[in-house]
DNA sequence: TATTTTTATGCAATCGTTTTCGTAAATTTT
DNA sequence: AAAATTTACGAAAACGATTGCATAAAAATA
């Protein structure tokens, strides 16, 4: 049943060489000579043998794995970054061991914490929602270990960061919502000791008062949990100051938007234009189609994991400040669009510019 | 800046005692006096220590990880399965590796030979639809290491498995397909090499002919890869033998047919009813809201990994055969309901039997 | 031919923890 | 008080792969 374990000492006794030269020649090592490397090559083949990846970690204090730290998994955006990362793994030949903090501050500080051991060779993160402590990360830093945040980062420790181009693809978001007629516009967004929130924030109320609308703390509304954010929403879209647009800063909070709407027949676009931060890959097939800023998010996972290589392969690179941005593309779908009544719309695709 | 490493020696030097007792100490082994854990403790948490996982790993032959192998990310029904798993690996305190195949055939081998260096305690995997060649995972198991299959899964190999009831859930999706008057109903699946869809299958064509309605090669189509089903699809629903409803077998298919129709202004469901195994979160709010099959993909999730750790810590258990099955819930949302038109539907829950 | 260099290999230390096996000292039992 | 046991700790051998150093044999050079 349980075959004989198969490793390096094993393959050394079959051939009557010893260790060190299997292990070199299973390195392709210069030093073996040809005969020599053929014979284990065919023999570790057939024997299936794989090297155990403790004791070459151990020895070789690297590990050959990253690790991902995000807030959340079934979310669009978020695996859709996770998909990038693992595609430069897997060519990198590199393993990505996955952390979800579920917005809890006390996990994601318990999980850095543990990832000062060594396990990983390089870190990438999406800091979450509850807090905007940072010392746990510092700890990492500290340590040397190549940390590289994405999406939700904090620009202050120095490290790199690779972000869509939050603040312009808002204010375009929100000139776009002004363009179709609203006036009295609601962003809603996620705790504002987030980087996104707050950048998000910032292009909102600037494209408002470009466009000389009022702008006050009844402009936005930040969802702490999704429970109270519901009801506060729904007491909003009923009220008599009720809003003709809704801005929102991610994708969960627009769906919930859509669940109110169709609970209290509210009539969008007629009544109300909505508008959002989001990957959804069925956008196009709402009640009505959701106009989106989609954001880039295999690419920045691509990225972001391609600058945390780097930072693993050479370590002494001086300029640690490296801010990529990636930018969004707003997708004008009947959700934010004229008196057009479905299914009767058209798409539109505007896309931003860099910045780097 | 890059402090110096702290290992148990430096614990050990610091303290003036061996690095036995600081190991022992560290672990609350029963041989060492209360004052010497004190201070061993006392001094680790300063110093911040986090102890090797890879010396550790390779010490006791146990990485306190666990392997995850599945076919895609951007998923809905996937991500909440690694949801469920990850809590419970939480709990035990595990580690979770993230391997997608693409549904490609040559990574899953790769992937799972890698696996066999001992770098997992366990795997849970989701096989993907290219192939049915199991070898590879054959030689998982002759070396000891638990496995566990979920959804996608081979039963024929003595593997503990845990799926929905695709058999019996297709039975009454079909069944409530006919009731809402649909005679002419095409299955959409992917490749018949994998469980579910030859289950999904099979309950269909039970369902049909049942009823009494017509089932040949023409009742279903295979989806090998997404361009030529677009295609193949299109041709069909334009076709002069369209069919009057569509049974999806995964999400992905159902969201063609979504974009299909829109494009091709079929009405849904007047014109053509569809139904779907999904677990879309934004299903109640599409145009029109789809009736779903929902599988309960964090309890699959958590089950598994359940299970998994019962083989991880006793390795003995001679009862190999499990095979877990947990309930899907049909969701009658308008995409298949009678005449009613759009937005006026009513959402109806039907929990279908379990099976153990 | 004598000497140096190259080639191909083995020995043994190392990575950081865990654990088996001892063993003084302290305690309990006869 | 002698003997047996318990307590609390240390020395050293693992775990499996890697690598610096040493070295015999072969080849190249003087």
Redesign the pocket.
Known sequence: MMSE?I???RIAREL??????V??A??DSH??????KQKVFALAHQLNYV??PY??S????KSKTIGVILPELPNNFFTHVVNGIEYVARQKDYHVLIYITHEQASQEKALIRHLQSGRVDGVLASVCAQTNDIEHFLGLIQLGIPLVFFDRVYEEIGVPTVTTNDYEASFAATEHLIQQGCKHILHVCLPLHLSISRKRLEGFCAAMKKYGLLVDSHSWLVADDMESFYRALETRLIGNCAPDGIFASVEKLAITVYHICQKRGIRIPDQLKVLAFSNLETAALLAPPLTTVTQPAFEMGKKAAEILFRKIEKRREIFEEQHYVIPSALIARASTLGRLSYPKFSEEHVAMNAEK
Chains 1, 2 share one sequence.
């Open positions: 374990k490793d390096l000492r009557n060489i010893s260790v060190s030269t292990s070199r299973l390195r030093e073996i000579s040809v005969e020599t090297p155990n004791a070459s151990l020895r070789r204090q």
